[in-house]
């Protein structure tokens, strides 16, 4: 029986991979928070906090891998002041998203999720390398990110040091603890 590799592809992502990443993102909560999240917290987390940012899209810093022509993970990094959370989140928070500078404010690195049937196999690291590849290029001396807590040894091996302990408190009530981490370029 004949072997044959993967085909890995990261590009970026478009608005014709917004509801596909979606369902990705709804898997990935689903299935790999279990144990870190309580299933209130995991639905809540849903509707009211995860999801695609689609101002990344546009502003074409948000990132899709493909694995053998299938969405498995997605990513990005953003030079505007929201931190994290979809679009759904901003609605519910009504966030401003200015550009930063990035001599004085870090890049964002944003909603990392990885579908769990291709989960362990470096492909959010591999995001990860491509996102802060890029923010370095635009001038980002450093990089932040809300951690959620299945996310947050991932990028501890990353060198991220957490900043804060934070309790999101979402629009229905429910609390979602994370951690603001933090890496200098």
């Known amino acids: 029986m004949r072997v044959t590799e993967e085909r890995v592809v990261l590009r970026r992502a ?3 991979d917004i509801a596909p990443l979606n369902a990705l993102i709804d898997a990935s909560v689903r299935r790999l928070a279990p144990g870190f999240y309580t299933p209130q917290q995991i639905d809540s987390s849903l509707r ?3 999801g695609v940012d689609t101002r990344l899209v546009d502003d074409g810093t948000y990132f899709v891998i ?3 022509d299938v969405r498995a993970a997605c990513g990005g990094w953003s030079r505007r002041q ?3 959370g979809g679009d759904q989140h901003k609605a519910d928070q009504q966030a401003t998203d200015a550009p930063v500078d990035p001599a004085t404010v870090a890049a964002r690195i944003r909603a990392f999720f990885v579908h769990p049937d291709y989960a362990r196999r470096g492909l959010a690291r591999r995001m990860y390398e491509h996102c802060a590849a890029e923010a370095r290029t635009a ?3 450093a990089l932040e990110l809300m951690g959620t ?3 947050v040894p991932l990028y501890r091996t990353l060198g991220f040091e957490t900043v804060e302990k934070v309790e999101v408190l979402l629009s229905d009530g429910v609390v979602i603890p994370c951690e603001r981490m933090r890496l200098e370029l």
């Open 14 to 16: 478009t608005p014709d």
């Open 139 to 141: 001038g980002f001396r």
């Open 149 to 151: 807590l299945p996310g």
């Open 66 to 68: 493909e694995v053998d």
């Open 82 to 84: 929201t931190l994290f």
């Open 48 to 50: 009211h906090m995860f």
